[in-house]
């Protein structure tokens, strides 16, 4: 597409942003079709010409690392528009958290806009900035306090006894109602005979892979028409007071870090005593150090790490963090320069400005 400069004395410029997530797009009204078209429709009507819509499909709003998103504001900083449009506040962010650090980067001047179609808001006002982190306010309380209603009936219902999810495999949920005035399991005759045959099996000495394999090959089809599997008849056989499955517990393993600076100081020792590349990396892998872009270590990247040790030995991303802090940077210009000094994030491939704000507050 044309690169769009904006000026002063020119029409406003403006980006779209468009979003759905995974479990709104079968819901009328928030397709990405229809978001498009409302803004093309409001754009239109006010003048302002739609330079480019970008899109995010099926993530949520809950993280700033979209693809979708960094693009529009990407367009914003290199002058190409001058107002980012979306349809309502929470396409755009569902934190508060992240919405005040857009407002702090972008729109908390004059030098950028934010208009929502729905929402009504312009944060060309102090008035409209304001209602703006009003309403993101309103909207995270709101989503809380369903979660919060929604998770205190679900307890109360376990310490009830009510089984929660669907009826499991041999009954179903009757008509009836017990003195607690929950639904009582009545048995299925058909998926009855069925575990009846799985225990005769089991009490044969068969095992339980071997079950599996015997329905599937008899054409016996599980609920819902699946296969069977060794996992589902060992726990129908476990309800039934046939079987005693092993419950293996996990091993707590170290998280895994990415911090180049320490990652070769590692590598430099383990050279200097004699280790190959390839030795290096599993070594650094076993003591919970991985690449930038996470995952296993390799020869080349090694290598990588071993050419630009000096340069990352004399600080961390986060010492340097506090100190571009210090000295008056802004958090987008501080992800920018960690960026080009080779600090890499835990997550994700680049710096943003909320991740620089959580590494300053949270160390």
């Known amino acids: 597409m044309k690169a769009h400069t904006v000026h002063a004395d020119k029409q406003k410029v403006a980006v779209g942003y468009i979003r759905v997530s995974t479990q709104e797009q079968a819901q009328e009204g928030v397709s990405l079709g229809a978001q498009k078209d409302k803004l093309k429709a409001y754009c239109k009507a006010m003048g302002i010409k739609l330079a480019e819509v970008f899109t995010d499909e099926g993530i949520s709003g ?32 569902r934190s508060v958290k992240d919405l005040c650090l857009l407002v702090e980067e972008y729109f908390a001047t004059d030098q950028y806009d934010l208009i929502s179609v729905c929402g009504m808001i312009n944060t060309h006002t102090a008035a409209g900035r304001l209602m703006m982190l009003n309403l993101a306010n309103y909207a995270q309380y709101e989503r809380e306090l369903i979660s919060e209603r929604t998770k205190e ?19 179903r949920h009757g008509k009836n109602l017990d003195d607690k005035g929950r639904r009582e399991m009545e048995p299925v005759s058909a998926e009855q005979e069925i575990i009846k045959q799985m225990i005769r099996l089991h009490s044969d000495g068969a095992e ?32 039934e007071g046939h079987h005693d499955r092993k419950r293996f517990r996990k091993t707590p393993t170290a998280p895994m870090v990415c911090d180049r600076r320490c990652s070769a100081e590692r590598a430099q020792a383990m050279r200097s005593e004699g280790c190959s590349l390839r030795e290096i990396g599993r070594k650094l ?24 040790a000096p340069e990352l030995a004399h600080l961390s991303a986060l010492d340097r963090a506090r100190e571009l802090r210090s000295e008056g940077y802004s958090l987008r210009k501080i992800a920018g320069q960690l960026m080009e000094e080779g600090h890499r994030p835990t997550r994700g491939r680049l710096w943003y400005a909320a991740q620089v704000s959580e590494l300053i507050a949270d160390r």
């Open 153 to 171: 009936a679900m307890q109360h219902m376990k310490a009830q006894g009510v089984r929660l999810g669907v009826a499991p495999y041999g009954y």
């Open 285 to 308: 892998r076993k003591e919970g150090l991985v690449p930038p872009r996470g995952g296993e270590w390799h020869p080349s990247t090694v290598s990588e790490l071993l050419a630009h």
């Open 62 to 93: 809950g993280t700033m690392d979209r693809p979708g998103l960094q693009a529009a504001l990407a367009m914003l900083r290199k002058r190409r528009a001058d107002t980012l449009v979306v349809v309502k506040l929470d396409r755009l962010t």
């Open 208 to 239: 339980i892979k071997r079950i599996a394999a015997f329905l599937n090959d008899k054409g016996i089809p599980a609920r819902r028409g699946g296969a069977w599997h060794a996992r589902l008849i060992g726990i129908i056989l476990e309800r």
